[in-house]
């Protein structure tokens, strides 16, 4: 058992961008998105609260967004110039520990913060739940999502991390660049010196090897947790997304 923990629900938006998801279900933001209905905000407290979560906040800046986070009694906290900078603001609000996650995380459930939450190796400061492209697909065949690929699989993130300790805090400067770097791992690997870029393309490199010594530089214990539910790693962030999520939804 945990001690009592809050969560933070990622929901900012781009100043003056139109996010072509939201345009594509008829919402001004995709965190209205109404799936059973329920709307995707709606969905996702839900799930953090059924895990345990004594306060929940929503990091939004949309008019429509802070009213329906209202509606729900969540906290809002203003975003901050991106989702890493809003993370700190949540952090810095909420303390720890700190579950976040985001407002498009449509199918999110308790069971899978439990076991987040029950995995997580002792002394950890930061972790992240990841799930292996053969889980992931055998739960939504035809889904298309972002790979890492390491000598120990590929793998897809989850929407889903921890903050457990104070120290946490120094990982906000690795999540800035690995955010700028998610979709191309060998510039996150090239961060850690030409050795370990070597082992990575090479295909040596495990993804534990990489993600501790990127802890390692920014001075915390930061851990990969590895789900076996695979619907974890399938968020709504295009049109095709949000169709398959309908349909396991119907299913």
């Known amino acids: 058992m945990t001690d009592a923990w809050s969560a933070l629900i990622l929901a ?10 939201a345009a594509y279900a008829g919402v001004p933001h995709k965190a209205l998105i109404v799936l059973d209905g329920e709307t995707l905000l709606s969905r996702v407290a839900v799930a953090v609260r059924g895990a345990g979560a004594m306060t929940v906040a929503v990091s939004a800046d949309d008019a429509a967004v802070v009213a ?23 952090l810095e609000a909420l303390g720890t520990p700190l579950l ?22 002792p002394g950890t400061d930061v972790a992240t739940l990841l799930a292996r492209q053969d889980v992931i697909e055998a739960a939504a065949p035809g889904t298309r ?17 921890w903050l457990a300790t104070p120290r946490a805090a120094g990982a906000i400067g690795l999540w800035a660049q690995v955010e700028a770097d998610r979709k191309r791992p060998w510039r996150i690997v090239r961060r850690l010196g030409p050795g370990l870029l070597l082992r990575y393309l090479t295909g040596r490199l495990t993804l534990n090897d990489a993600v501790r010594h990127l802890g390692h530089r920014a001075g915390v214990e930061v851990a990969v947790v590895v789900t076996p539910f695979g619907l974890a790693a399938v968020d709504v962030d295009k049109p095709a997304d949000l169709d398959l999520v309908r349909t396991l939804i119907r299913n």
């Open 12 to 21: 900012g938006s781009r100043p003056g961008a139109v996010d072509p998801l």
């Open 68 to 90: 329906e986070a209202n509606r729900l009694h969540l906290r809002v906290i203003p975003t901050a110039s991106g989702p890493s900078g809003s993370v700190a603001r949540g």
């Open 100 to 121: 976040v996650t985001t407002a498009d995380h449509a199918l999110l459930r308790p069971a899978w913060i439990d076991r987040f939450i029950a995995d997580l190796p």
């Open 145 to 161: 999502r972002t790979y890492l690929r390491f000598a120990d699989g590929a793998w897809s993130g989850c929407n889903l991390f």
